[in-house]
């Protein structure tokens, strides 16, 4: 069963910029479209659209980015034997990834939290990401490491999300979306 759309709109603090993400659920699936208005370094406008397998793995997400000098798009695309591919073509760079991660987006945290229930309760995850760097829209292989720490009695919880040498304890709520990422982005309303 579908659950009704959400609708968060996130304030990305990075490029002091907005999110908006049009989210659907099922049990095991999240399909999302979204808006993205930066001003820094450079302005930019981004569109998006995501969809995941019933594990909550990406299968695809399709970007536009609108900058001064171009107009990209990037069609990412990951099979059903978890091999990945970029406009078309083979990425073996990326095979063994599970997800897509849209630099400065709050929204692609969500289904690693979700798939491992980290928003619920304890455990460490290791990830290798398909990594979208924007807006330009690179793509590259990231190693991530995702920490429940705590879980508060209404039901938000605290994730550590690490890569490299940088973390961050995100707060997420109790649907797995990021209220707060410290640096990075917070949610509106």
């Known amino acids: 069963m579908t659950a009704p759309a959400t609708v968060p709109t996130w304030k990305i603090d990075e490029t002091d910029g907005l999110e908006t993400a049009w989210i659907t659920r099922t049990?095991?699936?999240l399909a999302a479209r979204g808006r993205v208005a930066a001003t820094r370094p450079a302005p930019y406008w981004l569109t998006y659209a995501l969809?995941?397998?019933p594990d909550f793995t990406t299968r695809r997400l399709q970007l536009t980015a609108h900058t001064p000098e171009a107009t990209r798009t990037l069609d990412l695309r990951r099979d059903d034997t978890g091999r990945w591919s970029v406009d078309g073509t083979a990425r073996p760079d990326l095979d063994g990834a599970l997800d897509c991660d849209l630099g400065l987006s709050p929204l692609t945290n969500t289904p690693p939290v979700l798939r491992h229930g980290l928003h619920q309760g304890p455990g460490e995850r290791h990830f290798l990401m398909a990594w979208i760097r924007v807006p330009d829209l690179t793509v590259h292989p990231s190693r991530q490491t995702y920490t429940h720490?705590?879980?508060a009695a209404d039901g938000t919880a605290t994730v550590r999300y690490a890569s490299g040498d940088y973390h961050a304890d995100l707060l997420i709520d109790p649907d797995g979306l990021v209220r707060d990422y410290p640096g990075l982005?917070?949610?509106l309303g």
């Open 51 to 53: 969809e995941t397998a």
């Open 149 to 151: 720490l705590r879980r």
């Open 27 to 29: 049990p095991t699936t």
């Open 185 to 187: 982005a917070h949610r």
